[in-house]
């Protein structure tokens, strides 16, 4: 004869199956699926075509892999921002509240860049901008208030790849952590660029399941080892 289970117990039981199930589900979402990213976007309206779209996202990117010594050494192989395409001067937005830490720092991404410090603990960096920030160090600045311009990696020329590089760091400017999983927007729209070589990843032949799209790429420790000279890889 088939045990019943009290009405009382049957409930409970599918309230404890219901929470094991949320938290199995939660697991396997990126880290902070559900929660509002603390950023907004450091350029105005929507991406789109004729306005702005990522050339390259943050992380083990095939352009990145393939100059992971002679450019991103420093950044244990990876690209360690996001690259926003966008005409030159275009205005670039602070992502969120805080103080300008740096302008035209020793943190690359050349002619220009801006370091923003936010309360909660992270830094912004704005790189390969058209001049050198107007703002002070030290100056206080809100969410979606201009800071600077985007320009281009070959300076006023603009005529190479123009675009604001967005980093993410924390840990007093030594980490840099994943942008796509911080900034509110719309990144399946803004993933329309047109360098194959920094919209693909990647893949560790022997180990492929790891760093395969845009939110599940590494933090880094600047100064460390390579983390991605695979012996074997594709492309």
Not at 15 to 39: H, N, R, V, W
Request: hydrophobic content about 45%; aromatic content about 8%.
């Amino acid at each position: 004869m088939a045990h019943i289970i009290p009405r009382r117990r049957r409930t409970a039981i599918l309230a404890l199956l219901a929470l094991l199930c949320a938290a199995a589900l939660g697991a396997a979402l990126p880290s902070g699926a559900g929660a509002a990213p603390p950023f907004g976007s450091p350029l105005a309206g929507p991406p789109g075509p004729g306005r702005w779209f990522v050339s390259q996202w943050y992380g083990n990117t095939v352009w990145a892999y393939q100059n992971r010594s002679a450019v991103y050494g420093a950044g244990q192989g990876i690209h360690f921002g996001v690259d926003l395409a966008a005409p030159c001067g275009t205005p670039v937005l602070a992502i969120g509240d805080g103080t300008v830490f740096a302008t035209d720092g020793p943190y690359g991404s050349a002619p220009h860049n801006l370091v923003i410090r936010h309360p909660n603990g992270f830094f912004s960096l704005y790189g390969h901008l058209l001049e050198r920030p107007k703002i002070a160090v030290g100056t206080a600045v809100r969410a979606g208030q201009p800071v600077a311009l985007v320009g281009d990696p070959a300076g006023e020329r603009c005529d190479i790849e123009p675009h604001v590089h967005l980093e993410i760091r924390r840990a007093g400017m030594g980490e840099a952590v994943n942008p796509v999983r911080l900034v509110a927007l719309d990144w399946d729209r803004a993933a329309i660029g047109l360098r194959r070589n920094g919209l693909r990843f990647a893949l560790d032949l022997d180990n492929p399941r790891p760093w395969t799209t845009p939110y599940d790429q590494p933090d880094i420790t600047f100064g460390q080892a390579l983390i991605n000279d695979f012996p074997r890889v594709w492309p």
